[in-house]
């Protein structure tokens, strides 16, 4: 990469952290984004309150994805950085500037690339969550998948900075490589009164006391890292406290995780059944409502051997490394599920950040990742171009429409 290009991605990526936005109003984040891709004469559509896509096409051939996301988080900044957020109570402790910023920074590297096929330069809303989604439940993600604007696409690919790896070093998994999320709320509606007269009150202090601890035993002993939790993060009367009054009400909410789809299906049917049998025992009821769930990320081995080169090229074999499994949320899942990808772990450590991780308030990232990340991007999306020319989709192949939603029972609602 140029000098003057990093130079002036670096401007783009300081204005960005400073003028965080969180997910579905990114609306100066769009505008400065659409400002700059209009600049390289790419053609923007808006799609999903904030989001844009991109679409750069030279003749017929492979239609590839580049995806990042745009939303900071509620989080107040607390780095000491020059070019610290300016917005109170919110800053960009995700990365999601430097994601944003290496997009497109593959767009100034594609832009006079000779190729053949359409490159689409995808930043989408609300990567952390479905607060102030326009469809209730769905991240950004999901909702722009079911658009089906991106239909037809070949393959897809991600990256996200890593603030504990170092810079030049690359994380990758094959396969299922972040887990399935579902944060849930749980109430348990009983009967209150004096805690003098127990005959007629049913406790659901008591219930609740009993289903964490049996919850909590539903995963079992875990490796380190895990591979499965349940986490109850939060539990609440739903009275004014009291020494001598049983509420009537008590709210639980956690999240369960899991690597594999089908280990997580299997747990959500566990956690029903201790519900059903703790009704049963005390007479309560129990409602179970899964607030929001994020599939496990598939990671293709045929683009992984497919951009191989193009990895060992960039970084060096010796730092391309298989990464651990992370219980960690990634809603580039959802574009993984409907259209072949690889989604890697970039590293972005500072000199002085030796173990704050993503989200805290104090988290720190190298600039020096950005030329990194931008071409492996836009040579990644090269290689898929050149390599999967005049290729044709299977019959059948579930993931070549872009529109196929995974699976949604685990969200039903328990009653």
């Known amino acids: 990469m140029e000098d003057d290009l990093f130079k002036k991605l670096v401007m783009i990526r300081r204005q960005l952290h400073q003028n965080p936005e969180l997910g579905f109003v990114e609306f100066k984040t769009a505008a400065l984004l659409q400002s700059e891709l209009e600049a390289l004469q790419i053609p923007v559509e808006r799609i999903v309150s904030t989001g844009l896509i991109g679409t750069l096409k030279k003749g017929a051939g492979p239609v590839i994805v580049l995806r990042a996301d745009m939303d900071a988080l509620p989080v107040q900044e607390d780095t000491g950085l020059s070019f610290s957020s300016l917005t109170d109570g919110c800053m960009h402790a995700c990365g999601h500037d430097l994601h944003m910023t290496m997009l497109l920074g593959a767009a100034h590297l594609l832009k006079n690339a000779a190729f053949e096929g359409t490159v689409h330069f995808v930043f989408q809303p609300s990567e952390e969550g479905s607060l102030r989604s326009p469809e209730k439940g769905k991240s950004g993600g999901q909702v722009l998948m079911e658009t089906g604007a991106l239909a037809g696409a070949d393959a897809v690919l991600g990256l996200h900075v890593h603030p504990l790896l170092p810079v030049g070093q690359l994380g990758y998994r094959i396969g299922e490589s972040f887990a399935n999320v579902g944060n849930f709320y749980i109430r348990i509606d009983g009967k209150g009164g004096h805690p003098g007269a127990m005959k007629h009150v049913i406790d659901p202090v008591v219930v609740a006391g009993r289903l964490i601890t049996e919850a909590r035993a539903i995963v079992g002993p875990q490796p380190d890292p895990p591979t499965e939790v349940l986490a109850i993060t939060h539990v609440e009367t739903l009275a004014k406290p009291s020494f001598n009054v049983i509420p009537s009400s008590v709210l639980l909410q956690g999240s369960l995780r899991a690597l594999h789809m089908e280990v997580y299906k299997g747990l959500v049917k566990k956690l029903q059944g201790i519900l059903s049998n703790l009704e049963r025992e005390f007479g309560c009821q129990i409602t179970l409502e899964f607030t929001a769930y994020y599939p496990s990320l598939l990671n293709d081995k045929g683009l992984f051997d497919m951009l191989l080169p193009v990895k060992e090229k960039i970084f060096g074999k010796d730092h391309v490394i298989e990464s651990q499994p992370y219980l960690i949320g990634e809603d580039f899942a959802y574009y993984?599920?409907?259209?072949?990808?690889?989604?890697?772990?970039?590293?972005?450590?500072?000199?002085?950040?030796?173990?704050?991780?993503?989200?805290?308030?104090?988290?720190?990232?190298?600039?020096?990742?950005?030329?990194?990340?931008?071409?492996?991007?836009?040579?990644?999306?090269?290689?898929?171009?050149?390599?999967?020319?005049?290729?044709?989709?299977?019959?059948?192949?579930?993931?070549?429409?872009?529109?196929?939603?995974?699976?949604?029972?685990?969200?039903?609602?328990?009653?």
């Open 336 to 415: 993984s599920r409907s259209i072949p990808g690889q989604f890697y772990f970039l590293g972005a450590k500072t000199a002085e950040n030796d173990s704050f991780f993503l989200h805290h308030p104090q988290v720190t990232f190298n600039e020096d990742c950005i030329p990194y990340g931008a071409e492996l991007l836009a040579s990644g999306a090269l290689q898929l171009e050149k390599s999967m020319a005049g290729r044709q989709k299977p019959e059948g192949d579930q993931r070549s429409s872009g529109t196929r939603r995974p699976d949604r029972d685990v969200l039903a609602k328990r009653k």
